[in-house]
């Protein structure tokens, strides 16, 4: 084959991938616009109260007036000796509210680990350190198996009941309000989410703060559209708070056991089977104010306005990409086998939204390929002029240039919605940031596909499990008065 052979079907390939590329996109941002309609269709309708939920006071104050119902916080943690004690003191420290205990699940083979855990618990009596059976790594869901075992027994041998269950990982800043928020709502819903807000970085960081314009709008609108159309909200695996209802109902479907061990995101299947069979979950947003004299963690550093998880995320490329490869593996992958398709039309649709990703990321990186091919002709010919000339990927007078057109709308509202939600929950210069950002998020979601897509192929041939990726943390340098 020619050098002229090769080039004319290279470029023959690339149109037939651009058609498939421009029909895909503008078909996934029709289902991103249809989300932004729905949420500022309600935001519009409740603009003077959108940012309190009904279900807590106006004003926090109210919430000290609830009798405080037993509290079990759950951590687990596997080689988190670096960032563990600072987090669990931290929590005990700053927890405005006094009924609650803290069970940090170890193992065996980590001794670093339980021995920070052990300088916390011997400072506080309502810190305990959790030993599972099995060496790790093990998932998540089975350390957090063995931390609920700990808390049965602990239940029997004290005469103690928790009205209410909720987990967080060692990284998380835990807002002060938080277990009063929760005292107030369950067990009047079976699971209760907060929006997890990361901790913004210097702005060269831009692997690290992609995640903050992600989750500003995630969880700042996707995940309440969510909640308006279907009554379902997925756990973000930390912040997640449970009934005492919640957890016998996940015994009863997972066979005995709280959490499902076979997948790498037991969280978010959680929010659907509990929903399946009845259970009412929420996404709670609150903003905090006081009417009389407020507390003196308001306002503090490291206390967020809302009541909301903080933490840093991977600020690595390489790290950034394992990371989400693991949330695609169980999102995408295993939800799909172990989930299917259930539910009415909009929880379908729910689903749908949620493994797109197995088409729109694909779609992404050729449109990348693409323009970079396209450039790499210009440049050539504009070196060469007597080169051969490349024909247009798109006739001048195709019905393609009209999608072209839309899908350029539809890519300028989302540079706009991810700014204003990024502005409303960070800033104005985090907002600027953002919308060079989206490249950098990009490169990432796509980087992490093909590796999860990977990852499920080779799993598939050996007959092994996906291995689990454990992620590195980081806690910034608090200091709470007491």
Not at 69 to 93: F, H, L, N, T
Not at 422 to 447: D, E, H, K
């Amino acid at each position: 084959m020619s050098w002229l052979d090769f080039f004319a079907t290279y470029w023959f390939v690339l149109a037939i991938l651009l058609r498939v590329g421009i029909v895909t996109i503008f078909i996934s941002s029709i289902d991103d616009f249809l989300i932004d309609v729905r949420y500022w269709v309600w935001l519009l309708k409740h603009r003077k109260n959108w940012r309190r939920s009904i279900y807590l006071p106006e004003y926090a104050d109210e919430l000290y007036q609830d009798a405080q119902q037993p509290i079990a916080i759950m951590i687990p943690a596997w080689q988190e000796a670096p960032v563990i004690q600072r987090m669990a003191d931290y929590a005990a420290r700053t927890f405005d509210y006094d009924n609650y205990h803290i069970f940090v699940g170890t193992y065996p083979n980590d001794p670093e680990t339980q021995a920070e855990v052990d300088k916390v618990a011997a400072r506080y009596p309502n810190v305990h350190k959790v030993v599972t059976r099995d060496p790790g790594p093990t998932t998540k869901a089975d350390c957090l198996n063995n931390i609920i075992a700990f808390i049965t027994e602990m239940e029997a041998r004290e005469g103690i009941h928790f009205s209410c269950l909720a987990y967080h990982d060692a990284e998380d800043i835990i807002h002060p309000l938080e277990l009063r928020a929760f005292n107030r709502l369950v067990p009047q819903f079976d699971l209760v989410q907060l929006p997890v807000m990361p901790l913004a970085r210097r702005w060269t960081s831009v692997v690290g703060n992609h995640y903050v314009d992600e989750f500003a709008e995630w969880h700042g609108k996707d995940i309440l559209v969510r909640q308006m159309l279907t009554g379902q909200v997925p756990s973000a695996g930390v912040g997640t708070a449970f009934s005492r209802k919640a957890i016998s109902l996940l015994e009863q479907i997972n066979g005995g056991v709280v959490f499902d061990t076979g997948t790498l995101t037991e969280d978010y299947e959680i929010g659907f089977r509990l929903h399946a069979v009845g259970a009412r979950e929420m996404m709670l947003h609150y903003d905090v104010q006081f009417k009389g004299e407020p507390p003196a963690w308001f306002g503090r550093k490291g206390v967020h306005r809302m009541i909301c998880v903080q933490e840093y995320f991977p600020n690595h490329l390489w790290q950034a990409i394992r990371q989400k490869s693991r949330w695609i593996v169980g999102i995408v992958f295993q939800g799909w086998k172990n989930l299917g398709w259930q539910g009415k039309p909009l929880m379908r649709y729910m689903l749908m939204r949620d493994r797109k990703s197995v088409l729109a990321f694909p779609s992404l990186l050729m449109g990348y390929l693409i323009v970079f091919s396209v450039f790499q002709a210009w440049v050539h010919h504009e070196i060469d002029p007597g080169w051969w000339t490349f024909p247009d990927l798109i006739p001048r007078e195709s019905w393609l240039w009209a999608l072209v057109a839309i899908n350029f709308l539809f890519m300028c509202n989302r540079v706009l919605q991810r700014f204003i939600f990024t502005r409303r929950y960070f800033g104005w210069w985090q907002a600027v940031q953002s919308v060079p950002r989206l490249l950098v998020g990009n490169v990432v979601n796509i980087g992490a596909f093909f590796r999860a897509f990977f990852q499920v192929r080779n799993s598939r041939k050996t007959g092994s499990a996906v291995k689990w990726d454990k992620t590195s943390h980081d806690f910034p340098d608090l200091h709470a008065d007491d």
